[in-house]
């Protein structure tokens, strides 16, 4: 069956069955290979893509289900303004080991961003629970995301002077 989907801006038209994941038609059909298999039930999150920039888990979504949304992967987060402040944070705060999940966990973190531009530690802890890192690495990213937030407006650090 044919489906065209818009991934990262672009049309792609592809044949497939109707149940195949989206996660398999990213990867093997418009080569994207972003987005990881994990767990293949949407339980570690390594296969996080954006649908209409809502966070979903692509093993475990038919390509049938996608209909006419927008798709945005790790390849495309980075042309975003969130994405690219949360890139440049990963490499800052060097959170990367072995970097499987990492895709997944920045897709996560840019929809609560977007959502949610300075969360609280609480606000990170909710919306990054269910993304798993078998490095360990939670520390790091929560300190990412931190410095990817735009912090709130408290005034001008300046006061005038009287004369």
Known sequence: MQFTLKVNGRAHTVDVDADTPLLWVLRDEIDLKGAKFGCGAGLCGACT????????RSCSLPVS???N???TT???IGDTPVG???????LDV???QCGYCQA???MSAAALLTQTPAPSDDDIVSAMNGNICRCGTYLRIHEAIKRAAIKPNL????????T
Not at 49 to 56: D, F, I, K, Q, T
Not at 84 to 90: E, I, P, T
Not at 155 to 162: D, L, N, P, V
């Open 74 to 76: 790790i390849e495309g």
């Open 65 to 67: 289900s996608v209909g």
């Open 69 to 71: 949304a927008a798709v």
């Open 94 to 96: 060097d959170v990367v």
């Open 155 to 162: 005034g001008s650090a300046t006061t005038k002077q009287r």
């Open 84 to 90: 690219a402040r949360l890139q440049k944070a990963w």
């Open 49 to 56: 893509v954006h649908l209409n920039g809502a966070p979903v």
């Open 104 to 106: 997944g966990q920045i």
